[in-house]
């Protein structure tokens, strides 16, 4: 690998705010991973985290096939909702068997781990924006969830 192509890696790392990079092409593969200092959560070999950049735009609902327009309202009446920023499958907890990552009525911090999702084969943990507590948890462990439904009430 040339050193043009593994600055231009870096660039993309930082403009998308990822801390791990790996690319596989055939047999050739590069794994980038930017050290920030110790981490409180050690994942699992399977399932690595990705930092996902933060959207503080307006975006209206989007109803997915299980929830309806009203759902969505109604839910936002009881408090705040996490939303999926993407397409992908939803975990409650790092692995099988393992404690999931928040219960309903527990009280959570901004920028503690709510769930991962599993999106073309890499794992990217979901924060909360806030601080608060699980009201209600919308989706399924281990269930497809689509981009923007609500995953999560906290209050």
């Given at each position: 690998?040339?050193?043009?192509?593994?600055?231009?890696?870096?660039?993309?790392?930082?403009?998308?705010?990822?801390?791990?990079?790996?690319?596989?092409?055939?047999?050739?593969?590069?794994?980038?991973?930017?050290?920030?200092?110790?981490?409180?959560?050690?994942?699992?070999?399977?399932?690595?985290?990705?930092?996902?950049?933060?959207?503080?735009?307006?975006?209206?609902?989007?109803?997915s096939?299980?929830?309806?327009?009203?759902?969505?309202?109604?839910?936002?009446?009881?408090?705040?909702?996490?939303?999926?920023?993407?397409?992908?499958?939803?975990?409650?907890?790092?692995?099988?068997?393992?404690?999931?990552?928040?219960?309903?009525?527990?009280?959570?911090?901004?920028?503690?781990?709510?769930?991962?999702?599993?999106?073309?084969?890499?794992?990217?943990?979901?924060?909360?924006?806030?601080?608060?507590v699980?009201?209600?948890?919308?989706a399924?462990?281990e269930?497809?969830?689509?981009?923007?439904?609500?995953?999560?009430?906290?209050?």
């Open positions: 690998m040339d050193l043009k192509k593994a600055e231009e890696m870096i660039k993309l790392m930082r403009s998308y705010g990822l801390s791990e990079l790996e690319i596989k092409n055939g047999e050739d593969s590069i794994r980038m991973v930017q050290n920030s200092g110790p981490m409180a959560y050690q994942p699992s070999p399977m399932m690595q985290p990705v930092s996902i950049p933060s959207f503080h735009g307006s975006v209206a609902p989007v109803a096939s299980q929830e309806t327009v009203e759902s969505v309202s109604e839910k936002k009446n009881r408090g705040a909702l996490i939303h999926s920023p993407f397409v992908g499958t939803f975990y409650r907890s790092s692995g099988p068997g393992e404690t999931p990552f928040v219960e309903v009525g527990k009280r959570v911090k901004k920028g503690q781990t709510l769930c991962i999702i599993e999106a073309m084969k890499l794992m990217n943990e979901i924060e909360a924006d806030r601080d608060g699980i009201r209600e948890i919308l399924e462990n269930a497809p969830v689509e981009f923007d439904q609500a995953l999560f009430v906290i209050e």
